[in-house]
C-alpha cells in the first residue's frame, strides 16, 4: 500500500498502523496537513475493515428535542430560546407521549432525547419525561440527555452525580448521547460557550456516566474557531478517558452549521474537511469501536463516501431532527430504513440494522436496558 501514497509523510503513519502503535499528535497533524485525501482515507479504511469488514451500520430512532430553553445560549447554536422569546417550546411528557404515539407502528428501537438547560423543570420533570417513554416504548433503548444536561440534573436535583444518574437509570434511562463538549479546549469554551461546563467538567461527569454502568458517545463539533492542533487534541483527551474507562461506544464528527447563529459569517465546512476529520477520528481513536458519518451534518452523499473513509455508522433514521435543521442544515429531517439501506449498499458496504448498543436487531431484545 505505501506505494499508493502520493504524500510521503504518510508512510510512517501507515507503518506505526500496521504495528499497531498508537499515533501521537504530530501524527494527528500530518494526516490533516497532508494534500493526499485518498492516502488519508486509505489509511482509516484500512483500519476501519480489519474491525467491521464491509459492514455498515445503521439505528432505527427516533428524536425528540423536548425543550429549546436554554441557559446557556451558546454562540453556536440556533436552536436556543429564552424562555419568554418567539418560537419558544417545551414538551410536557403528555406532548412527548403523543409524538411517540403517532409513530407506534414503526419498529424505533431507540429515542434519542435532548434539550436546553431550562431552568424552569424540577428534576421531577426529567424522570416523568422517561417514564412516559419508556411506558410508549418499552422495548426501546432510551438514549437522552448529554453530559451538560447531566451536570444540570445533578445540581438540580441535590443528589450529587452518582445518584442522580441511578435515580435517571431506574426511571429507564439506557444510554447517553455524545453532545456538549463541543472542542475540550478552553479557548474555544470561553469564546463561545463560557456559559457551558468546561472541558474538564464535561470528561469528569463522562466518567461517571461511565462509573454508572452507561455506555455513551462522545462528539467533537468542528468547522468555526477551532485549529486542526485543537481538533488532534481533542481526540487525545477522549482518547485518555477511554484508556480509563472503557465507556464510549461511538465517536461522531458534527460539522458546524452556522445559519441563524451569531457565527453566521463562517463559511461551511468543505467536503475534504469533512472526509479528513472522519478519517482522522478513525485514526486516532484507536481505543473506540465506531465512527460515525452523520448523514444529518455532512449530506446522505458524503456520508456514503465517508464509509470509505473510516466511518462505519450513518446514525439513523432520525424521524425529526431539530438541532441541525434551525441551523441550516438542508439534509431530510429523517430517512426511512429502505433509503438507510440503500444509501449503505449503493456505497459497497453491508447494511446492519443494530440496536443501540451495536447488537444486529436479530438479536436485539425486546425491551430497552442499560448497558
Not at 37 to 44: K, T
Not at 122 to 134: G, H, I, Q
Not at 197 to 204: A, F, G, K, Q
Amino acid at each position: 500500500m505505501e506505494n499508493d501514497l502520493l504524500d510521503p509523510s504518510l508512510a510512517p503513519i501507515l507503518k506505526k498502523i500496521d504495528a499497531g502503535q498508537r499515533l501521537d499528535l504530530d501524527d494527528g497533524m500530518a494526516l490533516y496537513r497532508s494534500p493526499d485525501l485518498i492516502g488519508v482515507g486509505r489509511l482509516a479504511d484500512r483500519v476501519r475493515r480489519r474491525r467491521h469488514g464491509r459492514q455498515a451500520f445503521y439505528v432505527y430512532n427516533q428524536h425528540i428535542n423536548y425543550t429549546n430553553v436554554c441557559r446557556n445560549r451558546c454562540r453556536f447554536c440556533a436552536f436556543a430560546r429564552d424562555k419568554a422569546e418567539k418560537g419558544a417550546y417545551t414538551y410536557d411528557p403528555a406532548e412527548v407521549r403523543r409524538r411517540l404515539l403517532a409513530r407506534i407502528d414503526e419498529p424505533i428501537r431507540e429515542i434519542h432525547m435532548v434539550g436546553g438547560v431550562n431552568p424552569a423543570l424540577p428534576f421531577s420533570y426529567y424522570l416523568d419525561l422517561l417514564t412516559a417513554v419508556r411506558e410508549i416504548r418499552p422495548g426501546a433503548v432510551i438514549k437522552a440527555f448529554t453530559a451538560v444536561e447531566i451536570d444540570h440534573l445533578a445540581e438540580l436535583s441535590g443528589l450529587g452525580l452518582d445518584r442522580t444518574l441511578a435515580a435517571l437509570k431506574s426511571a429507564g434511562l439506557g444510554m447517553i448521547p455524545g453532545g456538549g463538549a463541543e472542542v475540550l479546549n478552553d479557548r474555544v469554551w470561553q469564546a463561545l460557550f463560557p456559559k457551558k461546563i468546561n472541558s474538564e467538567r464535561w470528561l469528569e461527569v463522562m466518567a461517571a456516566i461511565h462509573r454508572a454502568d452507561l455506555t455513551a458517545n462522545a462528539t467533537l463539533l468542528y468547522g468555526h474557531i477551532e485549529t486542526i492542533e485543537e481538533r488532534v487534541r481533542h481526540f487525545i483527551r477522549l482518547r485518555e478517558l477511554q484508556d480509563r474507562t472503557g465507556g464510549f461506544s461511538a465517536f461522531i464528527p458534527l460539522a458546524f452549521h452556522a445559519e441563524n447563529t451569531e457565527l453566521s459569517d463562517l463559511p461551511a465546512t468543505t467536503g475534504v474537511d469533512d472526509l479528513k476529520t472522519v478519517a482522522v477520528a478513525r485514526l486516532m481513536l484507536d481505543n473506540f469501536d465506531h465512527i460515525k458519518a452523520y448523514w444529518v451534518m455532512i449530506g446522505e452523499k458524503l456520508a456514503q463516501v465517508a464509509l470509505s473513509f473510516g466511518a462505519d455508522d450513518l446514525d439513523g433514521t432520525i424521524v425529526e431532527e431539530k438541532i441541525t435543521h434551525m441551523a441550516g442544515a438542508t439534509s431530510p429531517k429523517g430517512l426511512p430504513r429502505e433509503a438507510m439501506e440503500r444509501l449503505i449498499s449503493a456505497a459497497g458496504f453491508t447494511p446492519v440494522e443494530r440496536d443501540s448498543f451495536y447488537r444486529p436487531v436479530e438479536s436485539a431484545p425486546e425491551s430497552g436496558g442499560t448497558a
